[in-house]
């Protein structure tokens, strides 16, 4: 497996390599703010709390953890809300998966569409959040379940750069840059046609 280069940081993506929560908790904060950043909170925080442990940020004070999320730099646009996301999803990953993220893609051998669904059960993680996060774990994390290319729709097609699955260097970075304001445009176009 190729080193993960989601945030151009060897000690952020080692984080979000080696720890399957930090990896999850990179793509929850990956809305409304630049990818590469949003990617990087897991390791603000791991800092901050001297590690990146789902039952320590599960049963962490809430304003306590909220705080620890706004300290400057904060690890969102948002940090408030974004520490209440965080927290509800390692509070599931607890309950529902002892602890150990890495079961929602390898408890039970699932195939693709089935992890897919769990990814859509994680609070934070609409359809298409979880398309990107499968076809990041099938293109760059090593986890291929049976049919999870077509599980993750556009995402999952080999060659593409459309999202945070395909960032591989600073140059493919570039190219999802472009993609998403490409897309961006379009669809604001689209709905200024229709008003």
């Not at 993506?13 to 809305?31: H, I, K, R, V, Y």
């Not at 509800?88 to 051998?109: F, H, K, M, N």
């Not at 669904?117 to 774990?137: N, S």
């Not at 945070?164 to 190219?175: F, G, N, Q, T």
């Amino acid at each position: 497996m190729a080193k993960l280069q989601l945030v151009q940081d060897p000690a952020a993506d080692e984080l979000l390599e080696s720890n399957p929560f930090a990896l999850l908790t990179g793509m929850l904060l990956d809305q409304q703010y630049p990818m590469e950043h949003a990617f990087a909170g897991p390791k603000k925080i791991a800092d901050r709390l001297g590690g990146f442990d789902v039952r320590e940020i599960a049963d962490y004070d809430p304003e306590r953890f909220a705080a620890v999320c706004s300290a400057p730099p904060a690890i969102h646009r948002y940090p408030g809300s974004m520490a209440k996301r965080i927290q509800a999803l390692a509070q599931l990953v607890v309950d529902r998966y002892d602890g150990d993220a890495s079961a929602i893609w390898t408890s039970g051998d699932p195939d693709g569409p089935e992890v897919l669904r769990r990814l859509k059960e994680l609070p934070g993680f609409g359809e298409q959040k979880a398309k990107i996060f499968l076809a990041l774990l099938g293109k760059q994390y090593g986890v291929t379940p049976t049919g999870w290319r077509k599980a993750a729709g556009d995402y999952g097609k080999a060659g593409t750069f459309m999202s945070v699955a395909d960032v591989v260097d600073a140059a493919s970075l570039e190219k999802v840059r472009s993609y998403k304001k490409q897309a961006k445009a379009a669809k604001k176009a689209a709905s200024g046609a229709k008003g």
